[in-house]
C-alpha cells in the first residue's frame, strides 16, 4: 500500500534551518508530481511547494520563495524540502502529498520556530 514517511522536523529557532524527508513506497514515486503541504496551528491547509516527475521544474508559494528548496531522488524514491531562514509563521506540520488535489498525504512532521 501507499506509504509515505516523513522525517526531520522539529524545533528551530527563527532564521536557522532544517530539512525534511519524505520517503515513497508502494507506488512509482517518479510518475508523479510531489508537493509539500502545510498547517498551522488554526489555520486551514496551505500549498508550500510542487516539483514535476522529473524535478525539473518547481513552484512555491510567494511566502517561502528563496527561503525554502523543494528536491527529489528518484532513485532513493525521497522528496525533500530544505528550509532556510526560517520564520515563526512557518510554524506547521508540513505534509508531502501528492495526487488528485494532493489528497493522498504523509502523516505530517511538526516544525516549531521560536526563540
Known amino acids: 500500500q501507499v506509504q509515505l514517511v516523513e522525517t526531520g522536523g522539529g524545533l528551530v529557532q527563527p532564521g536557522g534551518s532544517l530539512r525534511l524527508s519524505c520517503a515513497a513506497s508502494?507506488?512509482?514515486?517518479?510518475?508523479?508530481?510531489m508537493s509539500w503541504v502545510r498547517q498551522a496551528p488554526g489555520k486551514g491547509l496551505e500549498w508550500v511547494s510542487d516539483?514535476?516527475?522529473?524535478?525539473?521544474?518547481?513552484t512555491y508559494r510567494s511566502s517561502v520563495k528563496g527561503r525554502f528548496t523543494i528536491s527529489r531522488d528518484n532513485a532513493k524514491n525521497t522528496l525533500y524540502l530544505q528550509m532556510n531562514d526560517v520564520k515563526s509563521e512557518d510554524t506547521a506540520v508540513y505534509y508531502c502529498?501528492?495526487?488528485?488535489?494532493?489528497?493522498?498525504r504523509s502523516q505530517g512532521t511538526q516544525v516549531n520556530v521560536s526563540s
Open positions: 508502494g507506488f512509482t514515486f517518479s510518475d508523479n508530481q
Open positions: 502529498a501528492y495526487g488528485p488535489a494532493r489528497t493522498i
Open positions: 516539483i514535476s516527475e522529473s524535478g525539473d521544474t518547481t
